[in-house]
């Protein structure tokens, strides 16, 4: 069973859907300009702002399962 979810864990990590994150006001500003390279660097932003709480948030967790699962060894 831990097997399965670790690699289940890791294959979610390799496959990546690609999403689009802007807001409503970010998107019409950024479809008027010329070339796409300022739209991608904003969403990359977004995406990078986004998943830097979930990353803190996971790794407190993991800390305190940690701290729980030695306190029993």
């Not at 990590?13 to 660097?41: D, H, K, N, Y």
């Not at 830097?52 to 029993?72: C, D, E, N």
């Amino acid at each position: 069973m831990k097997k399965a979810l670790i690699l289940s864990v890791i294959l979610m990590l390799f496959f990546v859907i690609p999403a689009e994150a802007q807001c409503a006001m970010c998107r019409a500003v950024l479809e008027s300009e010329e070339g796409q390279a300022q739209a991608e660097g904003i969403n990359d932003g977004i995406v990078y702002l986004m998943a830097v709480p979930y990353i803190l948030v996971g790794g407190i967790g993991f800390a305190i399962y940690r701290s729980f699962k030695t306190k029993k060894n």
